[in-house]
């Protein structure tokens, strides 16, 4: 049905890169995301996620849409 709405699939999608991350429950992450801290300010506060001390939180039920 997700897949259908465009939605990733709970879990990591295809051609992921992910570097100094937390990634809680249930998230759903879709192919070829980027995730990682470089480049960023050690403490952000986005709608997606969060950073705290250079690590990147992606929090429970979090949807992170393909190729972002």
Do not use: Q
Request: aromatic fraction near 2%.
């Amino acid at each position: 049905m997700h897949e259908r709405e465009g939605k990733p699939r709970i879990g990591i999608g295809a051609h992921c890169k992910i570097e100094n991350a937390i990634i809680d429950k249930n998230a759903r992450i879709g192919n070829n995301v980027v995730i990682s801290p470089d480049g960023k300010p050690d403490t952000v506060d986005h709608e997606l996620y969060y950073i705290r001390d250079g690590i990147v939180i992606i929090p429970k039920k979090t949807i992170i849409p393909h190729g972002r």
